[in-house]
């Protein structure tokens, strides 16, 4: 059962404006998210993670937003640059050991 | 600090063989995890280990072992290989096994 969902397998924006990435997830059990980021034949980096206590974090350029009523969350990246072309993973974990449950990912391609 | 290491990177077996795959955790780390990626499954949770004890396991089948050591170094161990199990495997280290992950950049395994 895919819990955590990333409806949008790619997404292409110019440099300088804003990518957004979305993800939807079923467990209401989930308590904490976070977002990476990977390139190929490397392993996924961590970039920014939210508490479910929180509905926003933000970190320089990305910022998460929860919405917990709704499900769903959000990954803004502003300005988008070239460097941020890569796979973006949305994943969340309960409070089970070590687990996360990741989405599919998102390509996400920057233009110049 | 250096980052979570994994070995080999790379390596080709044959159905039938086993392969042990190895991952050294960030200084301080206890918790490692380790994952699985396929481009049909995504990214999967095989286990996870803290303080040479397995808190928590995956949904796959007994073929796929593990273990920690006192270091924090850890072990996986896939026993008669199928052709379904080429993957990339990733190991993740963090303090306690909750909150972000730390990934290693994968240990590439093709089975033939």
């Known amino acids: 059962d895919q819990q955590v969902k990333q409806n949008s397998p790619s997404l292409s924006v110019q440099e300088g404006r804003i990518s957004i990435l979305n993800c939807d997830y079923t467990n209401s059990m989930f308590d904490y998210f976070l977002w990476y980021k990977k390139y190929p034949a490397e392993g996924p980096t961590f970039l920014i993670s939210?508490?479910?206590?929180?509905d926003k974090n933000e970190d320089g350029r990305f910022t998460v937003f929860l919405n917990k009523s709704a499900k769903h969350l959000s990954l803004h990246i502003v300005p988008s640059q070239p460097g941020d072309s890569a796979v973006y993973f949305c994943?969340?974990?309960?409070?089970?050991?070590?687990?996360?449950?990741f989405g599919a990912g998102t390509q996400v391609v920057v233009t110049p | 600090k250096a980052g979570v290491t994994q070995t080999p990177r790379y390596l080709i077996k044959t159905r039938g063989q086993q392969v042990t795959l190895s991952c050294s955790p960030i200084?301080?780390?206890?918790?490692v995890s380790w994952y699985q990626q396929t481009p049909g499954q995504g990214l999967q949770f095989l286990f996870e280990y803290f303080s040479e004890t397995q808190r928590n396991k995956g949904n796959f089948p007994g073929r796929f072992s593990g273990r920690q050591f006192s270091n924090s170094r850890s072990e996986m161990n896939v026993s008669t290989l199928e052709l379904g199990d080429s993957a990339l495997y990733l190991c993740?280290?963090?303090?306690?096994?909750?909150?972000?992950?730390?990934f290693g950049e994968g240990s590439r395994l093709t089975v033939l």
């Open positions: 994943a969340a974990m309960t409070d089970s050991w070590g687990k996360l449950q």
């Open positions: 993740a280290s963090s303090p306690q096994g909750t909150g972000e992950l730390f």
């Open positions: 200084s301080g780390h206890r918790s």
């Open positions: 939210i508490s479910s206590i929180k």
